[in-house]
């Protein structure tokens, strides 16, 4: 898949006024893909079939990275991005995991 497939495939939603881009695929348990530092959501591409063929999988790209906004004055070190990626993750994907019929999911990240 191009890069441009994966942009066109994904949605996006607001987060702290900001646009973040997401891409949700699959059926089954829930898979949260964390992707690391810097990096971006597209880094699940070469595992996204294998992965959405067992788990119902949502990838984000943090804000200031992949297709999600990019806001000046924003601090995007590390030590930010540890402190927040947790958090910003969870608002999110918050609108996905409540429409899934449980309440635990499994979460996988990239370095």
């Known amino acids: ?25 699959g059926a089954g348990e829930a898979l949260l893909c964390i992707h690391g530092f810097p990096s971006a959501s597209w880094d699940w591409e070469p595992m996204w079939p294998r992965l959405t063929s067992r788990f119902r ?15 000046t004055g924003h601090d995007y070190s590390i030590l930010e991005g540890v402190r927040n990626a947790f958090d910003e993750f969870t608002e999110t994907t918050r609108e996905k995991l409540i429409e899934l019929p449980t309440t635990q999911c499994m979460m996988i990240k990239t370095s």
Not at 5 to 18: I, N, T
């Open 57 to 71: 999988v949502i990838a984000a790209d943090m804000l200031g990275f992949g297709f999600s906004d990019k806001p």
């Open 1 to 25: 898949m191009s890069l441009d497939s994966w942009r066109q495939a994904g949605q996006h939603l607001e987060y702290r006024g900001h646009s973040v881009f997401y891409r949700e695929g």
